[in-house]
């Protein structure tokens, strides 16, 4: 039971990198993935952009962050900030 539970948990979070912090209390996060082509066979490289909730005005463009579900707080913003796995050089 705990295993599934840490399985779901795991599903419900991205790690991705801030490209976007011009808003009040919410940045854009994006998730790089993987996937394989049908017909090619060739891996081809999808990016997509997340709206994160951000309560600390401290995260800035080119961080590296954990976002994780949430509930919708607005019409395209159903994620929040977990953490941050390491700030902008």
């Known amino acids: 039971m705990a295993e599934e539970a840490k399985k ?3 599903e419900r979070t991205k790690v991705g990198v801030v490209v976007s912090n011009k ?3 919410t940045v854009v996060v994006a ?3 993987l996937s394989k082509h049908g017909m ?3 891996y081809v490289k999808r990016t997509s952009k997340f709206l ?8 800035n463009i080119g961080d590296r962050v954990v976002i994780e579900e949430t509930r ?3 019409k395209r913003k159903r994620w929040a900030i977990k ?4 700030k902008a050089s």
């Open 40 to 42: 090619y066979q060739k």
């Open 72 to 74: 919708p707080m607005s």
């Open 23 to 25: 808003m009040m209390k």
């Open 83 to 86: 953490e941050v796995l390491e």
């Open 8 to 10: 779901s948990a795991n």
């Open 52 to 59: 994160a909730h951000s309560e600390s005005p401290d995260i």
């Open 31 to 33: 998730v790089e993935s």
